[in-house]
T-cell receptor
Framework: KNEVEQSPQNLTAQEEEFITINCSYS?????LHWLQQHPGGGIVSLFM???GKKKHGRLIATINIQEKHSSLHITASHPRDSAVYIC?????????????FGKGTKLSVIP | EAQVTQNPRYLITVTGKKLTVTCSQN?????MSWYRQDPGLGLRQIYY???????DKGDVPEGYKVSRKEKRNFPLILESPSPNQTSLYFC???????????FGQGTRLTVV
């Protein structure tokens, strides 16, 4: 079973700071998801990656398949970015039917 | 608007009283799944469905049942709820298991 580790667990940043959240996993995957969960609970899919890099607005996600590692970057952070960011992986083979989740990174952006 | 709708959003019930949490999607997605989220444990998969009449267990299926009689609906059934099933539940759907997931708003269940 894939083990997914996120770091840091908690992160406090000043507005406009550049933020990086890391995710590592233990076995090969077919895809990695970055999710955002705001206070109040709703979950939104930010990115799905299987290689390389994706960008959406101020958010950038990268993945290194060989190193089993992904990063989520937020440029020019804003208080509305305050949320829990969750990494999830879909393993290869029989494991591809399920997503395995990290425990999340709680981000607080202070004005 | 493309969405996954869960009902109810909040539910307080008593031990042993059967309940159903409904999940409906309007995107004609094949793949649907249920997750529970608990502090310190994160999200864990309960059940998933590849298509109509095709369901299978996730990591924590004990105490839960599901059915997929129609493509759009994937209800979660707790036949005899217990306090350890107090949790935040999410339904999700995707076109296939390899595509982006869309999540419902969540159902906060308390079993007393």
């Amino acid at each position: 079973k894939n083990e997914v580790e996120q770091s840091p667990q908690n992160l406090t940043a000043q507005e406009e700071e550049f933020i990086t959240i890391n995710c590592s996993y233990s076995v090969g995957i077919s895809a990695l998801h970055w999710l955002q969960q705001h206070p109040g609970g709703g979950i939104v899919s930010l990115f799905m990656l299987s290689s390389g890099k994706k960008k959406h607005g101020r958010l950038i996600a990268t993945i290194n398949i060989q190193e089993k590692h992904s990063s989520l970057h937020i440029t020019a952070s804003h208080p509305r970015d305050s949320a829990v960011y969750i990494c999830a992986v879909r393993s290869l083979g029989a494991g591809s039917y399920q997503l395995t989740f990290g425990k999340g990174t709680k981000l607080s952006v202070i004005p | 608007e493309a969405q996954v709708t869960q009902n109810p959003r909040y539910l307080i019930t008593v031990t042993g009283k059967k309940l159903t949490v409904t999940c409906s999607q309007n995107m004609n997605h094949e793949y649907m799944s249920w997750y529970r989220q608990d502090p310190g444990l994160g999200l864990r998969q309960i059940y998933y469905s590849m298509n109509v009449e095709v369901t299978d267990k996730g990591d924590v299926p004990e105490g839960y049942k599901v059915s997929r009689k129609e493509k759009r609906n994937f209800p979660l059934i707790l036949e005899s709820p217990s306090p350890n099933q107090t949790s935040l539940y999410f339904c999700a759907s995707s076109e296939t298991r390899y595509t982006e997931a869309f999540f419902g708003q969540g159902t906060r269940l308390t079993v007393v």
